[in-house]
T-cell receptor
Framework: RKEVEQDPGPFNVPEGATVAFNCTYS??????FFWYRQDCRKEPKLLMS???SGNEDGRFTAQLNRASQYISLLIRDSKLSDSATYLC?????????FGTGTSLTVIP | NAGVTQTPKFQVLKTGQSMTLQCAQDMNHEYMSWYRQDPGMGLRLIHY???????DQGEVPNGYNVSRSTTEDFPLRLLSAAPSQTSVYFCATLTGSGYNEQFFGPGTRLTVL
């Protein structure tokens, strides 16, 4: 079983739409959780960490449900510049496990 | 500050050749790691190091060696390249605990013929 599973999409949404990505992880001992963004042919960059209480950064909201081992990312009022692949990342011990990524294209 | 640098950016090898991918950082981060990224597979951890002189295996270590003689450098060696090692390789660094941000280099695109 994969450590982290994500719906690969693709998600094609119009500008201004709200879109949600989901991710599940298999190890209940996992300690920290992140969403990274990766643009085409570029390196991943941190979008936001995910905290148990949920957290928001502008148009982005991340949620963590430890009981269900489920992580989500909500993007409100989508912009063209949000088009990218979003990677769910889980830290367990000294290792980081990445989901396969969810592709988002925001259409004018 | 350059952050995390990787060389070369692109490389083509023949099966059986060996080579070293270079990774250097100027952020004084203790933790360094190597990932490979393949279509449909996401990033997978090859090897990591929590400090100079210490290395450990990740998910997919076979066919790769690493060493960490300094804080700044973490080279990845392919001993005898195989077509299955065709991939994009990313080096990443981290300071402090696993609750912190990883910083990635720009990647090396490797093709093994």
């Amino acid at each position: 079983r994969k450590e982290v599973e994500q719906d690969p999409g693709p998600f094609n949404v119009p500008e201004g739409a709200t879109v949600a990505f989901n991710c599940t992880y298999s190890n209940s001992a996992s300690q920290s959780f992140f969403w990274y963004r990766q643009d085409c042919r570029k390196e991943p960059k941190l979008l936001m960490s995910v905290y148990s209480s949920g957290n928001e950064d502008g148009r982005f909201t991340a949620q963590l449900n430890r009981a269900s081992q489920y992580i989500s990312l909500l993007i409100r009022d989508s912009k063209l510049s949000d088009s990218a692949t979003y990677l769910c990342v889980v830290n367990t011990g000294n290792q980081f496990y990445f989901g396969t990524g969810t592709s988002l294209t925001v259409i004018p | 500050n350059a952050g995390v640098t990787q060389t070369p950016k692109f490389q083509v090898l023949k099966t059986g050749q060996s080579m070293t991918l270079q990774c250097a950082q100027d952020m004084n981060h203790e933790y360094m790691s190597w990932y490979r990224q393949d279509p449909g597979m996401g990033l997978r951890l090859i090897h990591y190091s929590v400090g100079a002189g210490i290395t450990d295996q990740g998910e997919v270590p076979n066919g790769y060696n690493v060493s960490r003689s300094t804080t700044e450098d973490f080279p990845l060696r392919l001993l005898s390249a195989a077509p299955s090692q065709t991939s994009v390789y990313f080096c990443a660094t981290l300071t402090g605990s696993g609750y912190n941000e990883q910083f990635f280099g720009p990647g090396t695109r490797l093709t093994v013929l």
